[in-house]
């Protein structure tokens, strides 16, 4: 079974976290894949600035408060699987609603150091690093300021979202149901999901394994009002199983 790109994007991260650096060819044996194969991994991750491809290989990133070792606390195994899933679906978008938790932090900081699009978030935390992305465009919606969750949630927040109209919303979740959808543990911010859902053409879902099949207080959505969930799990595992009933991408 030939493994997925981003199985091979962990390894590369973990191998480069425990050396400091990388070939193209030791890569390509330990992957079974070829040396261009390995070549195209290291192009995709130095542009989401999670490496610096060298001639024949790859060193880590300058240190940062930034850089991906500084906030390994946040990049977990499956926060970066997620991340690297998300990423792919933000090519040749304009406008990107993206909302609180920690996930949401990871993908914007596995953005393509080229990317030029819009981003709109009540995420207050997400603005030191979308402020390195100088094609980026950053655009913050107000309202109460929750410092647990780093985000602004209130009806202005809500009104502010209506304004827009997003290409897509990445959705950071606390739970997700099979039966019972999309459930938020504050209110305030599952208006907020609300808002943006209804200001988006498409709404992708991320949530690593620990959160499926769980529930909280405040009901988002169905399932079937979701087109894409992105977990931490390969698609074809089968504790995605019970997903599958609804027309939704899995990824």
């Known amino acids: 079974m030939n493994m997925l790109k981003e199985e091979r994007f962990e390894i590369i991260l973990k191998e480069l976290k425990a050396t400091n650096q990388v070939t193209f060819e030791a890569l390509a044996k330990g992957l079974s894949v070829s040396e261009d194969t390995v070549r195209r991994d290291i192009e995709l991750l130095n542009k989401s600035g999670l490496l610096v491809k060298v001639r024949g290989g790859a060193i880590s990133p300058a240190k940062n408060p930034l850089s991906f070792h500084d906030r390994e606390g946040i990049f977990t195994e499956g926060k970066n699987t997620i991340a690297l899933k998300a990423v792919q679906l933000l090519k040749n978008v304009r406008t990107v609603f993206m909302d609180g938790g920690t996930t949401i932090q990871v993908l914007t900081s596995m953005l393509p150091?080229?990317?030029?699009?819009?981003?709109?978030?009540?995420?207050?935390?997400l603005i030191p690093i979308l402020n390195t992305y100088n094609g980026i465009e950053i655009i913050v919606l107000g309202g109460h300021y929750n410092r647990i969750t780093q985000t602004n949630v209130s009806q202005q927040t809500c009104a502010e979202a209506?304004?827009?109209?997003?290409?897509?919303?990445?959705?950071?979740?606390?739970?997700?149901?099979?039966?019972?959808?999309?459930?938020?543990?504050?209110?305030e911010d599952g208006e907020v999901k609300k808002a943006m859902m209804k200001s988006?053409?498409?709404?992708?879902?991320?949530?690593?394994?620990?959160?499926?099949?769980?529930?909280d207080f405040f009901k988002v959505c169905g399932l079937g009002d979701v087109d894409t969930l992105i977990t931490d799990?390969?698609?074809?595992?089968?504790?995605?199983?019970?997903?599958?009933?609804?027309?939704?991408?899995?990824l």
């Open 200 to 215: 988006s053409r498409k709404t992708v879902v991320l949530s690593n394994f620990e959160k499926l099949e769980t529930t």
């Open 233 to 250: 799990l390969q698609s074809d595992d089968k504790r995605l199983d019970a997903f599958r009933h609804f027309d939704i991408e899995i």
């Open 113 to 125: 150091k080229d990317a030029t699009f819009r981003v709109i978030t009540n995420n207050v935390a």
């Open 162 to 187: 209506g304004i827009y109209q997003a290409d897509i919303y990445m959705m950071g979740v606390c739970a997700v149901h099979s039966e019972v959808g999309i459930t938020a543990a504050v209110l």
